[in-house]
């Protein structure tokens, strides 16, 4: 799709008027590549709430205007967390593009710990693979990224906390808004079906057409739909919107009806589930609270037992020492229409069945929390799997019992495609679902092969085999790397930096059964700490 420089200039001017002095009240991150920018604008003399995503993913980057809810994580990512220490309560000053390139700067103010008032700008770089989200300082220094990139051969840039931010070299620096042109080349932010338009015009037409008034679609283009701010060829138009805002969110939503109506029927099954835990964990967290203060029951009949002797049958009330705390003055409330001894029964019921609510409440807190584990993990394996791994984890949640089996589909028949490497001769698998994690560390694994996994978190399992089940055989440190970066970016960690992975042989795992999902537990592990790339 056509997300050019010239796109992106209508966008930021189109942002750019309807989210001017807003204020930034929110910060969240439904997912590893997209931040969601909760903002309070006044529009009319009236305040209005926006919700301004910045998506960095790498097949499609954004930054659009939406409606839609996001269910988001109970732990949001590190980097969402930087954002929410320095831009929540700052304001919005301007929305400008870098030339005319891929690039949107948001300019915010906000202040420091100190109250000072300090300028900051996050910086979104639509770059297909190379998408970034950016937080800088006024002086181009970089107080985090969702994307870090250390310095080496590849990459020409450094993108790590505290180094110094540089735009990417252009070798295309004539901006067709605003510089003059006597022909085509060299022009910035043009993107090929534009310039193949551009061809057919004379150039005086040329900035004429690229200034034309606003009207977003989305059309056919051969096989596929495509979006873009007017028309630029004689495609069929499906759809017209009102704003490129619109535009954009509507082309998504029509995309992932047409490309993977397997993957999103998966997705929404396990944010139902996910829906239902978050709301069972509020309901057992009322439910231990409840507990803790039914304790005072079992305080009650330890207190009467003491002065039994002074309570009568028909007394609402009883006023003693309480020698369990500090003999502080206390008035035990008690049915007038029990026996004293009965009274005494009643609290000592209350207490036990508090103590058991506590005990079965954190037990099913454990359970819930491994099953938003699982299903959160399964949402991650999902947004980086291709449709024949979609068909896997569409097995496995047939075999947990997720999803009703309609179609009678086989799981143990089809062979599992295990993606893998080789460095120096050296055979590393790595699974990217529970299936083929299982497939990886169980069947493919001899006892001297190694294992890879992050440390505390759902990841990738990496197995590099060792030449002949050496016991005695050493790993190079390129495979260690290699290994680790493999597991690093299968995991939900695959944006940080110093990601911990541990390492041991397989003779080492062992299986828990009886959960959801492929779970080892594992020892004699070394542990690396890797940054993904």
């Known amino acids: 799709m056509p997300m050019d420089g010239c796109f992106i200039h209508y ?5 750019n008027e309807s989210l001017e002095n807003s204020r930034i009240n929110k910060i969240t991150s439904p997912n590893p590549s997209d931040i969601i920018l909760q903002l309070r604008c006044k529009k009319n003399d009236e305040f209005v709430n926006k919700q301004l995503l910045l998506s960095s993913r790498l097949d499609a980057p954004a930054v659009y205007l939406t409606d839609e809810k996001y269910i988001n994580p109970p732990t949001p990512s590190n980097f969402c967390m930087v954002l929410r220490k320095y831009l929540e309560r700052g304001i919005i000053k301007d929305i400008h593009q870098y030339q005319n390139d891929r690039i949107i700067i948001i300019d915010i103010e906000t202040y420091n710990e100190l109250e000072d008032l300090i300028k900051l700008s996050l910086i979104i770089e639509l770059m297909g693979r190379s998408s970034n989200i950016i937080l800088i300082k006024e002086d181009y220094t970089i107080i985090d990224a969702i994307r870090k990139l250390p310095p080496s051969q590849e990459n020409l840039r450094t993108i790590l906390p505290k180094a110094i931010y540089h735009f990417k070299e252009n070798d295309k620096k004539i901006n067709p808004f605003t510089d003059t042109f006597f022909n085509l080349d060299g022009l910035q932010g043009i993107s090929k079906i534009l310039y193949n338009r551009l061809l057919e015009l004379p150039i005086n037409d040329v900035k004429g057409f690229l200034n034309q008034p606003l009207r977003p679609i989305i059309y056919q283009n051969k096989d596929k739909l495509d979006f873009y701010s007017y028309p630029i060829n004689d495609d069929v138009i499906i759809k017209e919107t009102h704003n490129l805002s619109n535009l954009i969110e509507e082309f998504y939503k029509l995309n992932k009806k047409n490309d993977s109506s397997s993957k999103i029927e998966l997705e929404k099954i396990i944010k139902k589930e996910l829906k239902k835990c978050y709301h069972k964990q509020d309901n057992l967290e009322l439910d231990l609270d409840k507990a803790n203060n039914n304790l005072i029951y079992n305080e009650y009949g330890i207190l009467l037992q003491a ?52 005990l079965e409440a954190k037990k099913q807190q454990e359970i819930n929390n491994e099953d938003i584990n699982y299903y959160e993990n399964i949402l991650f394996q999902l947004s980086q799997s291709t449709n024949e791994e979609v068909e896997e984890i569409k097995k496995e949640l047939i075999n947990i019992g997720i999803i009703q089996n309609k179609k009678g589909i086989k799981n143990n028949k089809q062979k599992l495609k295990i993606n893998k490497i080789i460095i120096d001769d050296i055979i590393i698998y790595y699974g990217k679902n529970n299936l083929q994690n299982e497939e990886i560390t169980h069947k493919l694994s001899s006892s001297n092969d190694y294992w890879f996994h992050v440390k505390d978190l759902p990841s990738s399992h990496v197995l590099v085999k060792v030449p002949n089940n050496d016991k005695d055989y050493i790993l190079p440190e390129k495979v260690i790397r290699a290994a680790a970066n493999l597991a690093a970016k299968g995991s939900k960690a695959f944006n940080s930096s110093s990601v911990p992975v541990d390492y041991t042989k397989i003779k080492y795992l062992k299986k828990i059964p009886g959960n959801k999902g492929y779970h080892v537990i594992y020892s004699n592990q070394k542990t690396i700490y890797i940054d993904p790339k």
């Open 11 to 15: 966008l930021v001017n189109e942002l």
């Open 307 to 358: 002065s039994l002797y002074q309570i009568k049958k028909g007394d609402k009330e009883f006023k003693t020492t309480n020698f369990l705390h500090n003999n502080e003055d206390i008035i035990i409330p008690l049915d007038p229409l029990l026996e004293p001894n009965n009274n005494l029964k009643h609290f000592f019921n209350l207490g036990k069945k508090a103590k058991k609510t506590l």
